[in-house]
């Protein structure tokens, strides 16, 4: 086993999200209930994108990306949370649970970095409409892309590595509904002040690069729309971006107030309710977000009903 050269433990139980019993069932169908709106949400996005060819352009492919990301996402996390609220121990294998370490890293620094590069787009499509579509070309679109994923390998090898190399000596149980970095360092007999800002460094930069991105891109936009004339183009300037704001605040405020402080400051506890904004709520929440917020998508939906009705 993996786990043999670092590790006495093969295997970890998780706390999950309470102990108090009379909470289990009404918190399993809960987020049964959140898990379901979130694979309807973002596979209902993925395939009235696929589908729609007036959605195929660079703002809805990295549309497409997001939902697929929340939608691979959740799954690597809430299936496995469901049991802790119906089985007595949930346990998990040492191999399991850096494998789901492994996807959760992966698909979070993923979706911070195709965030930054949704800012991107919109920053050129308001501030240079002329020259959009040269600049948002399809290799650049891929580009973009490839660098999204290729920063979600990177820090998912790096937090794994991290880790693996820890020792958990005795005990197993994980104060957490998944296996995530803080609570296996907290668990690790030999885990050391070094262990813990290779955490903050990495998690600075999965979630500072994309910020320091985006704020740029915002600060172009706003001086932009400021200079537009008139009241109604101003208007519709703010509108096609207030959907990406809103996804932007929710996962880059729960995921920094997370991460971006010591244990020391928020205890673990208050850490899995801030972990399920960006683990459970905003995936759930996005397609919604730029489905009843967006005019493109909302008339595909209105097409796609039609021509179910009628044919």
Same mark, same amino acid.
Request: with cysteine; net charge neutral.
């Given at each position: 086993? /993996?786990?043999?050269?670092?590790?006495?433990?093969?295997?970890? $139980?998780?706390?999950?999200?309470?102990?108090?019993?009379?909470?289990?069932?009404?918190?399993?169908?809960?987020?049964?209930?959140?898990?379901?709106?979130?694979?309807?949400?973002?596979?209902?996005? $993925?395939? %009235?994108?696929?589908?729609?060819?007036?959605?195929?352009?660079?703002? +809805?492919?990295?549309?497409?990306?997001?939902?697929?990301?929340?939608?691979?996402?959740?799954?690597?996390?809430?299936? #496995?949370?469901?049991?802790?609220?119906?089985?007595?121990?949930?346990?998990?294998?040492?191999?399991?649970?850096?494998?789901? %370490?492994?996807?959760?890293?992966?698909?979070?620094?993923?979706?911070?970095?195709?965030?930054? /590069?949704? /800012? +991107?787009?919109? +920053?050129? /499509?308001?501030? #240079?409409?002329?020259?959009?579509?040269?600049?948002?070309?399809?290799? %650049?679109?891929?580009?973009?892309? !490839?660098?999204?994923?290729?920063?979600?390998?990177?820090?998912?090898?790096?937090?794994?590595?991290?880790?693996?190399?820890?020792?958990?000596?005795?005990?197993? %149980? $994980?104060?957490?509904?998944?296996? =995530?970095?803080?609570?296996?360092?907290?668990?690790?007999?030999?885990?050391?002040?070094?262990? &813990?800002?290779?955490?903050?460094?990495?998690?600075?930069?999965?979630?500072?690069?994309?910020?320091?991105?985006?704020?740029?891109?915002?600060?172009?936009? $706003?001086?932009?729309?400021?200079?537009?004339?008139?009241?109604?183009?101003?208007? #519709?300037?703010?509108?096609?971006?207030?959907?990406?704001?809103?996804?932007?605040?929710?996962?880059?405020?729960?995921?920094?107030?997370?991460? !971006? #402080?010591?244990?020391?400051?928020?205890?673990? =506890?208050?850490?899995?309710?801030?972990?399920?904004?960006?683990? &459970?709520?905003?995936?759930? !929440?996005?397609?919604?977000?730029?489905?009843?917020?967006?005019?493109?998508?909302?008339?595909?939906?209105?097409?796609?009903?039609?021509?179910? &009705?009628?044919?």
């Amino acid at each position: 086993m /993996a786990a043999d050269n670092s590790s006495s433990v093969t295997e970890f $139980i998780l706390a999950g999200l309470t102990d108090q019993p009379g909470l289990q069932l009404p918190l399993f169908f809960l987020f049964l209930a959140f898990y379901v709106v979130t694979m309807v949400g973002n596979l209902g996005l $993925i395939v %009235l994108i696929g589908l729609n060819s007036h959605l195929h352009t660079p703002m +809805y492919f990295f549309l497409f990306n997001l939902s697929l990301i929340d939608f691979s996402y959740s799954s690597a996390i809430i299936p #496995k949370m469901l049991m802790s609220f119906v089985l007595k121990k949930n346990v998990i294998s040492y191999t399991g649970c850096m494998t789901q %370490l492994f996807f959760f890293c992966f698909f979070a620094i993923s979706e911070c970095f195709i965030l930054s /590069a949704m /800012a +991107y787009d919109r +920053y050129v /499509a308001i501030c #240079k409409p002329l020259l959009y579509t040269l600049t948002m070309s399809p290799p %650049l679109c891929f580009f973009l892309l !490839l660098g999204v994923y290729g920063m979600g390998v990177w820090g998912a090898l790096a937090h794994m590595g991290n880790i693996l190399y820890l020792s958990f000596c005795a005990e197993n %149980l $994980i104060n957490h509904y998944m296996c =995530d970095v803080l609570p296996l360092l907290e668990l690790s007999c030999n885990s050391s002040f070094v262990n &813990i800002l290779v955490v903050f460094i990495l998690v600075a930069i999965d979630i500072g690069v994309p910020i320091v991105t985006i704020f740029l891109s915002y600060g172009f936009i $706003i001086s932009s729309i400021f200079h537009i004339s008139s009241t109604e183009g101003r208007s #519709k300037a703010f509108s096609t971006c207030s959907s990406h704001i809103i996804a932007l605040s929710l996962f880059f405020g729960s995921a920094a107030f997370a991460y !971006l #402080k010591p244990p020391s400051v928020i205890p673990l =506890d208050q850490g899995k309710l801030s972990s399920l904004f960006y683990t &459970i709520v905003v995936p759930m !929440l996005n397609p919604l977000i730029y489905s009843l917020r967006n005019k493109d998508v909302k008339l595909a939906m209105k097409k796609c009903f039609n021509r179910n &009705i009628f044919y």
